[in-house]
């Protein structure tokens, strides 16, 4: 089974990447289950209906968050009635939406899950580690697959070591720069620290470069602003399973400009 994994989707050069590069991929592969990190996908800033819809049309299985889940409060009025869009696990208790979803794909059971990071990160984050305890005990699956939504390298790191052989696959997404280390670590899990951004090439991280200089050049705190022209990029990681035994076999990592 291959399991194509896209990193943070980011505003209108985003979708365009996500789009042209999906046709490419899938004009050369077989893709069986595709997860895609939308939390910037609307103008940077969370998801909308029309966005979430949209994804589902381009045949999308399971959607993540991030810190941004809830900033387009559209979401609101629909992330309780879906059930393959992911906001972290370990959100303060009551948070709206689900952390986990479970997806049986032709017989097998996939779980995808996400986790925030608490390093560099809101405090009101509960611990990453004993909510993937938790979610292991209670959760049945033949597959677990875990975004890892962090700020620091060392905390996905430590994370995926401490869980290596439990969870096939742990991502990492949230800081928008991918990491050339994606492997399978000693007891078999498909491991990157940052999958990376589909977006704008030219911005800071997605957002235009001049309002990120200005502000820490100058100090200026203008409004933030999608680069919604120029270059775009494409990273994801592409993850084979074999089917019987639920083993990775491989994983690539796809950077395009
Ligand atoms: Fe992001
Ligand atoms: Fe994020």
């Known amino acids: ?42 103008h940077g800033k969370g998801i909308n209906e029309n966005h979430y819809k949209w994804l589902m049309q381009l045949g999308v299985n399971v959607v993540t968050l991030g810190n941004h889940s809830y900033q387009n409060k559209q979401i609101f009025n629909y ?21 986990y979803t479970t997806i049986n794909y032709n017989g097998t059971l996939i779980t995808v899950f996400q986790m925030i990071g608490t390093v560099f990160m809101d405090e009101n984050n509960l611990s990453p580690f004993s909510m993937t305890e938790k979610l292991l005990e209670e959760v049945k699956s033949d597959i677990y697959i875990c975004d890892f939504h962090g700020e620091a390298t060392s905390e996905k790191i430590a994370f ?19 990491t050339a280390d994606a492997r399978i670590l000693e007891h078999g899990t498909a491991y990157i620290t940052d ?10 991280i997605g957002t235009k470069k001049e309002i990120i200089i200005n502000r820490m050049v100058n100090g200026c705190k203008e409004r933030f602003e999608p680069q919604d022209t120029g270059k775009k990029q494409f990273n994801a990681i592409l993850v084979e399973i074999d089917d019987k035994s639920h083993k990775v076999t491989h994983i690539d990592t796809i950077n395009n400009i």
């Open 79 to 99: 992330i309780d009635n879906v059930n393959n869009l992911v906001r972290p696990y370990n959100y303060p208790l009551d948070s709206p939406g689900k952390g």
């Open 160 to 178: 995926g070591h401490y869980f290596d052989g439990r969870i096939q696959i742990i991502f990492g997404t949230h800081t928008h720069v991918a």
């Open 195 to 204: 999958v990376g951004m589909t977006g704008p090439l030219d911005g800071v």
């Open 1 to 42: 089974m291959n399991i194509l994994i896209v990193g943070d989707v980011y505003s209108k050069l985003g979708r365009e990447s996500l789009e042209e590069n999906l046709k490419k991929i899938k004009s050369e592969k077989t893709i069986h289950f595709l997860i895609v990190n939308g939390e910037n996908i609307s």
